[in-house]
Structure formats: C-alpha cells, structure tokens
C-alpha cells in the first residue's frame, strides 16, 4: 500500500499537466456556458451531470492511456516495475490519479453550473449533487480505465473479453441512466445514486479481472 | 565463491521466433559480466529474463537464490536494473527522482541513502536542479544513482555508455570498477570493445540466442589477437561460417 501512495503521489505531482488544465478548463467553459443556458430543469441538470461526467472521464482515460503507452516506450515503466512494484499497484496509481483529477473536475462543473444557473442559489448544497456526480465520474473512469488498460496492452483475447464485458455493461449504463431521468421527478433522498453505486462495483470487478490478465511484459517495449 | 545468478536450458520466445536457444550460463558474486553480441542477438532478452521481465518457456533462472519467474518481486528489491534507453521523469529535480525509487524500494533511511548515491555519481551540486536541465551524461549518472540508492547485490546495466562522450565514458568505467570492488555483481551490456575491456571480469557472447561463449575475460581474449575487438569478430566469424 506504502508503494502505491508514492506511485498516487507522483502521477498527481509530476503527471502530464495537460490533463488537468484540459479537465479543469473543460469543467469551467461547459459548467458557465450550459449553466447559463439551461434555465435548471432537474431533468437536464441530472442528464448534464453524467454526460460531463462522461466527457471529462474520457480525458481521465486519455491520461491513462497516455501515461502507460509513454512509460512503456521511455521505458520508465520497466523501471518502476523492476522495483518490486506490482502491476496492481502501478495500474491503480494511474487510475486513481486519473479519477482524482475527474472528480475535482466534474464536481468544479457542478459547482459552476448550478452557481450560474440559479440553482445553488435558490436550493443551497445539496448532498445527492455532490455524491451523484462523483459516483457516474467513478464508473465511467473504471470504465474507460479497463477499455484504456486492456485494449493498450493485452492480447487480441483478452481484448474480445474485454470488449463484451464492456458492451453488457454500457447497455447496463444506458438503461440505468434512462432510467434516472424518468422517474427523476419522483426521486427524493439519494435513490439516483443507486444505479450508479451497482453500475461502480460491476465496473471494479470488470478492472480487476482486466488487471489479473496482465503481465510484466505487456509493459516492456520489444 | 557463491553463484549470483544461474540461468539453465532456457528457451524464450518472440511470438513464434525463439529468441534464446537452451541458454545457460553462471556468474558468481562480485564478478562483472559484459555480455557480448551482435544487435537482436538476445542479449537485452536474456537480461529480460534474468530480471523476471519475461517468463521464459522452457528452463530456470535462479537469482541469489529466488526463482526469477516466481520471486518477481523480491529481485526487484535485491538488484538494480537499468535499461537501455530508459527516461527520466524531466519534473523532478535530481534528489525527488532518487527519493521516487527509493520509497518505491523501501529504503529504510531514504533521505540518507540520496544523499550517498548523489555523492556516489558527483552530482551534489545538482541535487536540487530540475532533470529537464541535465546534459545526457548527467542524466545518465542519475539513472545510475536511481538503481544504486538501495544498496542492491547485483546491477544490470544495459548499454550504460550509449552515446556518451568519452571522458563520461571514461567516468562510468570508474563507477562500475568501484562497484565491483565493493563486492557488487556487475551484468552489462555493452557494444563498445574497450568499455567490456576495462570494466569485466568475465564475458559472455550471445548469437541468434546462442550461448557461444561463457568464460573469463582472459579465455575470451585468447579466442583473438589479445584484443576484445579481434576476440569478438573471430568468434562471430566462426559462427557465421558453421552457418
């Protein structure tokens, strides 16, 4: 665990910072432009969210993909994993940099978005607001994560597998997020959270099975 | 003397090109092997395998002990491996890019063991200077503190000197001595005659994943005119010809 925290510390301070100006300048450009436009129907905020959500995942899974395809060929990923390191802990450090830099991102859309819709002014913090958008960021982030990992690395098999693993669980998403925007005038409490809770653990078990098919030289340059 | 590494009968693969061929050999502790050969001979393969990188098909590669193909880990943290071509991370000074591997490798007073291997390669004036402004032989001593700063029993250095200038050439030949001298087992590849010359003990020539040659450094001379240039292209003669 002590490996990982250094492996998490050095993506988020010495990680490409590209990433996070695009994230951070994404978060603010969408979050004042569609703020103003929206005029706040709960349905549209709710669908705003996951797809920024969406969106902003993908430059997390970029960064993913990224940052392995440049220590395999700079070669520093042989180093780091020739330390004792394993691959769990270097795939996770990258995931988690990753989902770090999403979540400020989306949470920094939110806070904008309602900020210049009216809406923080007119209901305060909401809790659901805050957990929502980072439950979908999670998901998403898993996913992309596992799609990035796997279709950079793995073979054409693991790839097939990976791919209709991928594929139930877009369906899943879909659904679930349709789901969510019909019935989101019912919902009270934190019930639009569930769906995204179920989607997260499927999505865990999707990376870690990802992650057991992987090996040393999947990240060694030929 | 005790045996450092010991690799027996193995057979590796490249999709479906065998890339070493019933390779087997020895070093023993505190020795230095240059390992010799021409390019996409096997010998970056053959340090692969040796570091657990990749598993080989057929045969055992006992490192200090440990299986290599099961004791990943616990090599890892008992040798330092450097190789060819590798990069820095260009954000960091020198001292956080040697404490990174460091903490990575649980070095037990991590800040005290910096500052030795800073001294080691002659960089304390750099400590503190951003990687990104480091010429590439200064860059170079730095990913040589970075497999040091553990105090490891065996280096692999996979060609160390690749475009260097002489005279850091001529700095690197002296580290490695001083390795060696220390009781360090020294591996490095190398296609420069003179650096295999002036840093090893013993040499190893590989060809299309072929051991042709496993010996002292004194045997290997023999096989030419005195020099390891001569002993080097007699051997490789040799081999094209029974081909």
């Known amino acids: 665990m002590k490996r990982f925290w250094i492996l998490v510390k050095k993506e988020l301070k010495y990680g490409p910072i590209v990433f996070k100006i695009m994230t951070i300048g994404f978060a603010l450009g969408y979050g004042i432009g569609f703020g103003i436009m929206s005029k706040l129907s709960d349905m549209l905020y709710y669908y705003m969210l996951s797809f920024t959500a969406l969106l902003i995942s993908l430059i997390g899974a970029s960064n993913v993909l990224t940052s392995v395809g440049y220590d395999k060929q700079a070669r520093t990923g042989e180093m780091i994993l020739t330390t004792g390191v394993t691959i769990r802990e270097y795939i996770y450090s990258k995931v988690l940099d990753s989902i770090i830099t999403t979540v400020i991102g989306v949470l920094l859309f939110d806070l904008v978005f309602a900020i210049s819709g009216g809406k923080f002014f007119k209901e305060g913090i909401n809790f659901e607001n805050i957990l929502m958008p980072i439950l979908a960021t999670l998901v998403f982030s898993v996913f992309y994560g596992s799609f990035a990992i796997v279709f950079k690395v793995a073979s054409i098999w693991h790839k097939l597998l990976m791919a209709l693993f991928l594929l139930s669980v877009a369906v899943f998403a879909v659904v679930a997020m349709v789901g969510s925007f019909v019935k989101i005038s019912l919902i009270n409490g934190y019930k639009a959270v569930l769906p995204w809770t179920i989607l997260l653990l499927f999505g865990m078990i999707i990376l870690e099975t990802g992650i057991r098919l992987l090996r040393i030289r999947d990240f060694v340059a030929k | ?243």
């Open chain 2, 1 to 243: 003397m005790e045996t450092c590494i010991k690799v027996s009968h193995l057979d590796c693969y490249y999709g479906k090109k065998k890339a070493l061929d019933d390779f087997s050999f020895e070093i023993e502790q505190g020795k230095c092997l240059g390992i010799l050969g021409p390019n996409g001979a096997g010998k970056t393969t053959l340090i692969r395998n040796i570091m657990g990188v990749i598993p080989p098909k057929k045969g055992q590669v006992i490192t200090l002990g440990y299986d290599a193909s099961e004791c990943f880990t616990k090599i890892g943290s008992i040798s330092g491996y450097l190789p060819e071509g590798s990069s820095v991370f260009m954000n960091m000074t020198l001292y956080e890019y040697l404490l990174f591997f460091a903490r990575l490798r649980e070095v037990e007073n991590p800040e005290g063991a910096v500052a030795a291997a800073i001294e080691t390669v002659e960089l304390t004036d750099e400590r503190n200077t951003k990687l990104r402004k480091f010429s590439k032989g200064m860059i170079q001593k730095a990913k040589i503190a970075s497999v040091i700063v553990h105090n490891p029993k065996f280096l692999i250095l996979d060609e160390p000197t690749d475009g260097l200038d002489i005279s850091t050439t001529n700095t690197f030949i002296k580290y490695i001595n001083e390795f060696v001298k220390k009781g360090l087992t020294v591996i490095i590849c190398s296609h420069l005659p003179d650096v295999i010359d002036r840093v090893c003990t013993d040499i190893l020539f590989i060809d299309s994943g072929h051991n042709l040659f496993c010996g002292t450094k004194e045997e290997f001379l023999k096989q030419g005119d005195g020099s390891v240039s001569s002993a080097y292209q007699n051997v490789y003669d040799r081999r094209r010809a029974q081909k």
